[in-house]
């Protein structure tokens, strides 16, 4: 799959072809919907906290004898029927959401939507995103040059890119990652992907397993000694 490069004054420069192994991956719904659950259960925290008879203050001493009162025995007045005491079977912070899923299977899923925006065109590939000073409008002006019909887009980083972090943190529906944290849950909260052109690298080192790596690169160097060859030839 080839896809064109812009600048950041949005005029294609250039064109490149994605690798195969992560941006023409088949969609699997129900894989990808199985990832997103688990990923999601995985950043809940519980808010809700109630105290038990343990935790709510007072209560140190019987409120009343056991005999001879009329009344019904009591131990503490922080026992869960009298009015201000603990709370029975009510929620609590040590509620675990966490689920665990196999890395291939996240890396599968990540992959089928890469290949989902590379195929829906909602990939933007950069030759390079770099500003001068932290200013909103700098990283705004770029966005309106580029094929985007919204601004609502995830921007993919190689490093830690500080003028460009801050200066889009004030825009609405617009967040900044490092390509190696790329997850599925993010780029589905995003319609699109905007990142440099360094990131197609970084997210073959990051995700793809080492042999295969080993078997890109074998294939890179033949592929520049039979170019060497060539050019022998034709001198």
């Not at 079977?89 to 509620?95: A, D, I, L, S």
């Not at 195929?119 to 705004?140: E, G, V």
């Not at 801050?166 to 699109?192: G, Q, W």
């Amino acid at each position: 799959m080839k896809i064109p490069v812009y600048n950041q004054e949005g005029k294609k420069v250039d064109e490149i072809s994605l690798p195969k192994e992560i941006f023409e991956v088949p969609l699997n719904k129900d894989l990808v919907h199985q990832v997103a659950v688990c990923q999601m259960a995985n950043r809940r925290k519980p808010i809700a906290h109630t105290k038990d008879r343990g935790e709510v203050s007072g209560g140190g001493r019987k409120p009343w004898r056991q005999k001879g009162t009329g009344r019904a025995r009591h131990g503490s007045i922080r026992s869960p029927i009298w009015r201000g005491g603990g709370i029975t079977f009510g929620p609590r912070k040590e509620r675990v959401f966490e689920k665990k899923i196999p890395k291939k299977m996240r890396r599968k899923a990540l992959f089928m939507v890469l290949s989902a925006k590379a195929k829906d065109n909602l990939l933007i590939i950069l030759d390079n995103l770099k500003l001068d000073q932290i200013k909103t409008k700098l990283i705004s002006n770029i966005l309106d040059k580029l094929p985007l019909k919204t601004k609502n887009c995830l921007i993919a980083l190689p490093d830690v890119e500080k003028n460009v972090i801050l200066s889009a943190r004030n825009l609405p529906k617009v967040s900044t990652i490092e390509a190696r944290n790329l997850n599925l849950l993010d780029l589905l909260s995003f319609k699109y992907l905007l990142m440099p052109q360094e990131c197609i690298d970084i997210i073959e080192k990051t995700f793809l397993k080492q042999s295969h790596q080993k078997k890109i690169e074998e294939e890179g160097s033949k592929k520049s000694k039979q170019e060497k060859k060539e050019r022998k030839d034709r001198k």
